[in-house]
Every structure is written in structure tokens, then in C-alpha cells.
């Protein structure tokens, strides 16, 4: 005889999450996740670099750094989220036929939880990643800022052009030592501009009436590709340049057969 006065108990969080995780979707959803989250792993670790300019300065190793270690950390979000639209597209309706309506969900708070939670973790790292970097560059460009190379930059449409003050010379190409501190004096003759020596992993506004700093250390030797990063007219594509990072002989080298010819770079 039944036992109608039993109370039924509603499943514990326990064996909730055994049947959801008996489910084939959510076996199929998990293993899709797992898949696209090694991409992303694959392609931080050992694409990325492959990809990106040459190291030659501490900056560039910063940027390269930031842009393998954050595509680590969001692999598994990104994991997540393209499993769960992989699978909704697979199992998309496909007919004429309307299928039933689903049962209304209208949240799910562990969901949201961990959701919420890892967001905000995850821009917690991003914030002291981006605070420390900051000051630790702040600091060493002071520090450095006494045995540094001062180099004026002049963007104007559509040409760099350099000077050195110590130095006494104008140039087209931008020549630096390797292993000492650059700093960059950057301004514009008419429109905005934007400075970027690829290989150094430094881009700066240049802004007309308005001397912006940019800071760099050099620690390879190679060829500098210069570019302008912000569209300021007609020939924007073609305001590029190029240079080097070269061993101090070298430089001097360079720097003496300029003032042989009277200070500017034939």
C-alpha cells in the first residue's frame, strides 16, 4: 500500500550535478570545450610567437609576454563559450516543423556565480598585470633617464624625420645602440600622427604643439621597421621608414659618416 503521507525529498546539490553531468549534451558540450581551449593554449604558447614582430627591446618582450600569458588565461572562457555554441549550432532545428517549446529557464544561479566570479578574477589580473607593468616601466625610465639617448621625432604628412641632439644630426632612418636606454621626443608639424617602431614595442601619439616621451631599451641587434598607427590623410600607408638596432661601433660609425656630411643624412 502506498505511503502517501512520504515526504519527497528534492535531489541534493550532489546528485544534481551527478545526472547533469551524466547527460551526453553536457559529455559532448565538456570534450568541445577541452578541444578549443588546447587551441587557444596552442596558440599562445607557440604560435603567438611565431607570429609577432622580432623581440628587440624590453617593451616588446613585455607586449609579446601580455599577449601569450592573457590568451592562456581566457582559453578556458573562450573554451566555454565557443563548446556551448558549437553544440547549439550543431543541434540547431533544421525543417519546417517547429519543434516543442523548452521548459523556461529563467536563471541559473551557480552558473551566474561562477560566471561572475571568474570575470571579475579574471579582470583582477588584468588590472595588477597592467598597474605593475606601468610602474615597473615608470621607474626604470627614471632611473635610466640620465644615460639615455635622446632622440627628437618629427612626423609630418607623410615622412619621419630625426634628430639627435647630442649628437648634432638629422636623419631619415632612426639608428640606436644596442643596450642603451632610448628616449623618444615625439611631436607632429601639422596632424596627429602615431610613432611606432615595430620591433621596439613602442607606439606614442605625435601631436602638434605637444612633445609626448616615449621610452625604449634596445636589447638586440636587427632591422627597425618605422610606421605611422594612425590614419592622417592620403598617404598614411606610406609614412613608414626604417632604421636598425646596432652594436655601439656601428653606431658611431654611423653617427660620424652623418657629420662628415655636415649633419644631415644624405
Known amino acids: 500500500m502506498a505511503d502517501h503521507d512520504q515526504e519527497i525529498l528534492p535531489p541534493t546539490p550532489g546528485a544534481r550535478a551527478s545526472n547533469f553531468l551524466k547527460r551526453s549534451d553536457v559529455r559532448q558540450t565538456f570534450l568541445l570545450g577541452i578541444f578549443f581551449t588546447a587551441v587557444f593554449v596552442v596558440l599562445g604558447l607557440w604560435a603567438y610567437p611565431k607570429w609577432m614582430p622580432t623581440v628587440m627591446s624590453k617593451q616588446m618582450q613585455s607586449n609579446e609576454d601580455i599577449m601569450i600569458w592573457f590568451t592562456v588565461i581566457s582559453a578556458p572562457i573562450a573554451g566555454v563559450v565557443l563548446s556551448i555554441a558549437t553544440k547549439s549550432f550543431l543541434n540547431m532545428h533544421r525543417g519546417d516543423t517547429p519543434p ?55 612626423g609630418s604628412q607623410w615622412v619621419w624625420s630625426f634628430y639627435y641632439p647630442k649628437q648634432n644630426i638629422h636623419t631619415h632612418t632612426l639608428n640606436i645602440p644596442v643596450n642603451q636606454p632610448v628616449t623618444f621626443e615625439v611631436k607632429s608639424d601639422d596632424v596627429n600622427h602615431s610613432f611606432w617602431p615595430v620591433q621596439l614595442g613602442v607606439k606614442i601619439d605625435a601631436n602638434r604643439l605637444v612633445t609626448t616621451e616615449a621610452h625604449a631599451d634596445p636589447t638586440a641587434t636587427g632591422p627597425l621597421d618605422i610606421k605611422c598607427a594612425e590614419l592622417c590623410g592620403l598617404y598614411h600607408a606610406y609614412m613608414e621608414t626604417s632604421g636598425a638596432v646596432q652594436t655601439p661601433a656601428d653606431f658611431n660609425s654611423w653617427v660620424s659618416s652623418i657629420q662628415a656630411t655636415g649633419g644631415v643624412q644624405e
Open 100 to 154: 516543442e517549446e523548452g521548459i523556461a529557464i529563467r536563471t541559473n544561479t551557480p552558473v551566474v556565480i561562477v560566471w561572475t566570479a571568474t570575470s571579475v578574477l579574471f579582470c583582477i589580473v588584468a588590472i595588477v598585470w597592467g598597474l605593475v607593468a606601468l610602474n615597473t616601466e615608470s621607474i626604470a625610465a627614471a632611473s635610466d633617464a640620465p644615460k639615455s639617448l635622446i632622440v627628437d621625432v618629427t
